[in-house]
């Protein structure tokens, strides 16, 4: 007996990750204000991995609040080079600036996962990966962009690894999945593990 998983989210990315893994999977988009949430944990020495999971946890309740009895999934995603948080670019000029900055240095994708029911947290997880992005010119930045056009304000890093975006890298460490946004394997074993799939 499989559960239909309520994921919390509106990513077309994750939502196909788990249709594809043979999830049964139901998108619900949750109403968040992430900048507002995350706030005041800028400068309060909270790991980039944990606001991913604050973020992540703050979505699964908020949808869960609207569907009693439910297992939901809360995804979030967060872009750190050092101690510095990246959001997703609002223009081409901020996906630029983006890219000149993580040129030739090696930044962490932080993929957090959280399941609720009922309001009540059952499991959360942050997948990790560390990807080496190859010394760009400034000239090739500007074509790639041009290139890959609005897909590069989708994504944290402006770059899309599924797509031209692995061009940009030199280095990559850690799975797929957690790069495109959903820490899938342990998700999947920790739904086995509740029952909510065939296992």
């Given at each position: 007996?499989?559960e ?5 989210s ?39 991995e ?11 309740t ?43 240095k ?39 962009l ?10 944290v ?43």
């Amino acid at each position: 007996m499989t559960e239909k998983i309520i994921l919390a989210s509106g990513s077309p990315f994750r939502k196909a990750m788990l249709a594809n893994a043979g999830v049964d999977v139901e998108a619900v988009p949750a109403e968040v204000d992430e900048r507002a949430l995350e706030a005041p944990l800028q400068g309060s020495g909270v790991s980039p991995e944990d606001v991913a999971l604050v973020l992540a946890e703050a979505k699964a309740t908020e949808v869960s609040a609207r569907k009693p009895g439910a297992l939901v999934l809360g995804c979030d995603q967060t872009l750190s080079l050092g101690d510095e948080v990246f959001h997703k670019p609002a223009d081409m000029e901020g996906a630029r600036r983006h890219l000149l900055a993580l040129s030739g240095k090696t930044h962490q994708l932080n993929s957090a996962a959280v399941l609720v029911r009922d309001g009540a947290v059952l499991w959360r997880h942050v997948g990790i990966a560390s990807l080496t992005m190859r010394k760009l010119d400034p000239a090739f930045i500007g074509r790639h962009l041009a290139r890959v056009g609005a897909k590069a304000l989708s994504s944290v890093g402006a770059y899309q690894v599924e797509g031209e975006g692995i061009q940009l890298f030199d280095k990559i460490e850690g799975d797929h999945f957690t790069i495109v946004g959903l820490p899938l394997l342990p998700l999947l074993a920790e739904l086995r593990t509740l029952g909510a799939i065939d296992g």
